[in-house]
Structure formats: structure tokens, C-alpha cells
């Protein structure tokens, strides 16, 4: 699992070139959001972006966060370059961003929440 926080550890973060592009985005796009509103954005404030890798755990992603991506509640899925990208709002002011790619090692009982929160969505 890999956090990120500015757009400088996407970069340092060794991607593959699809992959960066899809971090990236994310992240930039919260960091403009915040910059149109005439603010700043701090990531300890209102939250970061988390990519999942091979071989993150429930344990992982809990310790992180303070729960398992089963027991997630999904903003929205969207699906981009064969990841998942969602988030999951912890307040009205923080939430965390997910990256998941669409790989054989995904949970499958986590693939199909993915689905189903992206087919409700379109």
C-alpha cells in the first residue's frame, strides 16, 4: 500500500506509466479543488489518496485507515485505465481517496462491492 500526500511522492513513487497517470490524476484533482476554493490543501486535514498493491491486507488498509475495505463505505466507483477509483468520507471535511487496480489479487468479495457501487452510479 502506497499513501500519497502531494504530487511530488506520486512522482518519486516508481509507477508504472498508466498507473502514475491514474494517481496522479487523483491527486491532482483534489489539490485543485481545494486551490479553486481559494484554499490549500492539507492532506492531514482533509485526507489523502491510498493505492492498493499486491500482497495489502485487511490489516494493512486498518491500520491505516481504522477499517478493512469490506467494511468500507464507497462514494461512488469509477473505473479508469483498469483501476477503481473511490473514496470513502470519514467526516464532511475528510475523506481518503482509493486507487485499486482491477488485478487477479483483488479480494473477490471486494471486486464485486466495487461493481456494484460503479453500476449504481452510471
Known amino acids: 500500500m502506497k499513501v500519497f500526500k502531494s504530487l511530488g511522492e506520486v ?3 516508481g509507477l508504472s506509466p498508466q498507473l502514475r497517470g491514474v494517481v496522479y490524476g487523483v491527486v491532482k484533482g483534489i489539490v485543485d ?6 484554499g490549500r490543501y492539507d492532506p492531514d486535514l482533509v485526507g489523502y489518496t491510498v ?7 485487511d490489516a494493512d488498509v486498518e491500520r ?7 467494511e468500507a463505505l464507497f ?3 469509477l473505473f479508469e485505465e483498469g483501476c477503481f477509483v473511490t ?3 470519514h467526516s464532511n471535511e475528510y475523506g481518503v481517496s482509493w486507487v485499486l487496480p482491477d488485478e487477479p489479487w483483488l479480494d473477490p468479495q471486494l471486486r464485486a462491492k466495487l ?3 460503479y453500476e449504481e452510479g452510471k
Open 33 to 38: 479543488a481545494y486551490r479553486e476554493d481559494g
Open 51 to 57: 493505492l492498493l498493491e499486491r500482497g495489502d491486507g
Open 75 to 77: 462514494e461512488g466507483v
Open 11 to 13: 512522482d518519486a513513487a
Open 64 to 70: 491505516e485507515v481504522g477499517y478493512t475495505l469490506r
Open 115 to 117: 461493481i456494484a457501487e
Open 87 to 89: 473514496c470513502t468520507l
